[in-house]
């Protein structure tokens, strides 16, 4: 196949990349159109290279298959080499987001490692303490029981009663002192690294509350999904009120305009009762009286003229925004069917494609 055939193939006009929704009719139209010119190259090449196969001698028909079997291979060979390079490609990226997670592990390990040595060592402290405590206490308890009394030898087998009270009394004496002597010592010896620790892990429960609240503050795509349908919903319910406001300002201003008219009516019609019978007495006044009917006439008939040419021209833009809401009707309508079409091209590309790939032939 020529290269400029190959080429075509390849066109940007078949790129799944372009978005049709944001592309002009006309644009959709050249693109069409181009479309058509390619796909009737495609199908004049596809003619030669089948009259051409045809035309080959029969004693070299065998020869031509053996080519085309190797160059089918070859094709395949490509496919897979790229395939392989692609496969080798991505192992290569996940290893190295994997030396990354393992670096990043690392780091945390190690500051783990050294909270750990830190209370290792406040442990250490408090068990030393508390060995030093124990010995006390111990030398304590010595002390007393070397006070208690011992009794003769020569006495021992004839008070025995009194013996088993004696050792009972020091028992009593061991019980009382020790907790007593542990309530004294223990919170003075273990008071600073006792705190040291609670210290420690107030800390780290403030990280953990901390951390909590940075990611419940990320919203999640389920939320999200939900934040954009409330907005869509609140957008369409403000529409649907600003038009409902609308028309009842517009309904006020009517009414309100309507109410002037009849109030201007009812004042008329007053003044002309009320003078009517003042009018009739003399000839003069009743001329006066005419003269102001007919400038009250003209007052009316021009107010009458001016509503009637606010009506005509409001009329008028009615008119001009039905025509200009049909005309985008039926750009929108030729369009989406343009739109349509194109889809269809790229269809038919696609299917010619895969059939010039089953032949063998090279698509660059």
């Known amino acids: 196949m020529p290269v400029h055939a190959r080429n075509a193939l390849r066109s940007p006009v078949f790129s799944h990349s372009l978005s049709p929704l944001s592309l002009s009719p006309l644009t959709l139209a050249s693109l069409l159109q181009a479309s058509k010119d390619k796909k009737n190259l495609i199908e004049s090449e596809l003619g030669k290279l089948l009259a051409q ?3 080959v001698p029969a004693d070299q028909k065998e020869a031509l298959k053996k080519l085309w079997a ?13 395939d392989f390079k692609e496969a080798c490609k991505k192992k290569l990226e996940a290893m190295q987001v994997a030396i990354k997670d393992l670096d990043e592990t690392k780091m945390n390990t190690a500051e783990e490692e050294a909270r750990m040595k830190e209370i290792d060592d406040m442990f250490a402290k408090i068990e030393d303490k508390w060995n030093k405590v124990r010995g006390r206490v111990a030398q304590v ?7 208690v009394p011992q009794m003769p030898d ?15 009394a020091r028992a009593m004496h ?6 007593t002597l542990l309530f004294i010592l223990l ?4 008071a600073p690294p006792f705190f040291q620790v609670r210290q420690l892990l107030a800390q780290r429960n403030l990280q953990v509350a901390a951390t909590s609240r940075k990611i419940d503050d990320v919203p999640t795509r389920t939320e999200m999904i939900q934040y954009e349908r409330r907005f869509v919903e609140l957008y369409q319910q403000v529409g649907l009120k600003l038009e409902e406001t609308r028309r009842y300002y517009a309904m006020y201003n009517t009414l309100d305009k309507t109410r002037e008219f009849l109030g201007k009516e009812v004042k008329l019609i007053d003044s002309i009762t009320n003078s009517f019978e003042h009018a009739m007495q003399t000839t003069s006044s009743q001329a006066e009286f005419a003269a102001q009917f007919d400038a009250i006439l003209k007052g009316v008939e021009s107010t009458r003229i001016k509503q009637e040419g606010t009506l005509k021209k409001k009329q008028d833009e009615v008119i001009k925004r039905e025509s200009d809401y049909m005309e985008v009707v ?6 989406f069917k343009t739109v349509k079409a194109f889809q269809e091209e790229c269809q038919r ?9 089953e032949l063998g032939v090279e698509i660059q």
């Open 70 to 82: 190797l160059v089918q291979r070859n094709e395949k060979m490509k496919r897979e080499e790229k």
């Open 141 to 147: 308890l010595h002390v007393e029981e070397d006070r």
């Open 53 to 55: 196969e045809q035309a």
């Open 187 to 190: 919170p003075l010896t273990l």
């Open 330 to 335: 039926d750009a929108q309508r030729r369009y």
């Open 174 to 179: 061991q019980n009382t002192l020790l907790p």
């Open 154 to 168: 020569g006495l021992e087998q004839s008070n025995l009663h009194l013996t088993h009270t004696t050792r009972h």
């Open 349 to 357: 590309n696609e299917a010619l494609v895969g059939k010039a790939e």
